[in-house]
C-alpha cells in the first residue's frame, strides 16, 4: 500500500499537480511516522512549501527526533521565524528531553534560530541542570537572551545551585548587568547562598553603589548563614 501510494503521488505530481494540495499532502505525510521518506523527497522535489501552516512539519520533526526528516525540510528553505519556533519543542511540556535533542539544537541553530524562542528554550535547558549543558552552551554561543523574563536562566540556576550552568550562563556576551544584579540579590538570599557562587557572581558585578548598597543590608540582617 506504501509502495502503490508513492507512485500514484509521483504521477500526480509528474502530471502537473501543484498548488495548496502538494503542501497539505506533505504535511500529512510528515504526520504519518510510517510513511515512507521517498514519498517526502517526492513532495519536497515538487515545491511543497514547509512553511505551511507555520511550519507545523518542521514541529512534528522536532517532535519525534528525527534527525533524517528534520534536515530534509531543512533544505527545503523554510523560513526563520517557522525555524525558531520549532525549537523550543526539543523539550516536552515537562522539561524533558525529547530524542536526539542535542542533534536537533544543532540543525535548527545552523538553519539561523533566533529570538525570543532561543531564550525560552535557554531557561528550559538551564533547570534541566548538567545533563542540558551541551544544549545550554550551544544556546548561549548562538546569542540567546539570558536577560529575558528578569535573567529567568541566571536565577534558576542560582536557585537550583547549578554552580557549572551557572558559569556557562555567564559567559554570555549579551548578559547585561542588570541581569547579574538580579541573581547576586538572590544568591545572597539564606537558602541560595554559597561562597564560590557569590564569589562567580561578584566577579561579573562591576556596579559599585549595588555591592556597597548590599553590604549596608547584610550588616543590618538578622538572618544566620
Known amino acids: 500500500q506504501q509502495a502503490d501510494r508513492l507512485q500514484a503521488t509521483k504521477l500526480l505530481l509528474r502530471a502537473g499537480a501543484n498548488g495548496e494540495e502538494v503542501d497539505i499532502a506533505l504535511l500529512q505525510a510528515v ?30 520533526a522536532v517532535e519525534r527526533g528525527d534527525i533524517r526528516l528534520l534536515q530534509r525540510l531543512c533544505r527545503a528553505n523554510p523560513s526563520v521565524p517557522n525555524i525558531s519556533q520549532a525549537l523550543p519543542l526539543v523539550f ?75 558559569q556557562a550562563v555567564l559567559e554570555s556576551r549579551v548578559l547585561e ?27 561579573r558585578c562591576t556596579n559599585k553603589a549595588f555591592l556597597s548598597s548590599m553590604l549596608l543590608a547584610e550588616s543590618g540582617s538578622t538572618s544566620a548563614r
Open 31 to 60: 504526520r504519518d511516522p510510517t510513511e515512507s521518506i521517498e514519498l517526502i523527497d517526492e513532495l519536497l522535489q515538487h515545491n511543497a512549501n514547509v512553511n505551511h501552516e507555520n511550519g507545523r512539519c518542521l514541529e512534528l
Open 177 to 203: 548587568l542588570s541581569s547579574v544584579v538580579l541573581a547576586l540579590r538572590t544568591g545572597l538570599l539564606h537558602r541560595n547562598f554559597e561562597i564560590a557562587r557569590t564569589r562567580m557572581l561578584l566577579q
Open 92 to 166: 516536552s511540556p515537562n522539561g524533558e528531553k525529547r530524542a536526539n535533542a542535542v542533534k536537533i539544537v544543532r540543525i535548527l541553530l545552523d538553519n539561523n534560530a533566533m529570538g525570543e524562542p532561543l531564550a525560552r528554550t535557554l531557561v528550559v535547558a538551564v533547570e534541566g541542570g548538567v545533563e542540558n549543558l551541551g544544549i545550554t552552551t550551544s544556546l548561549i554561543r548562538q546569542g540567546a537572551d539570558v536577560n529575558y523574563n528578569n535573567a529567568l536562566a541566571l536565577i534558576r540556576a542560582v536557585e537550583l545551585h547549578l554552580d557549572v550552568v551557572l
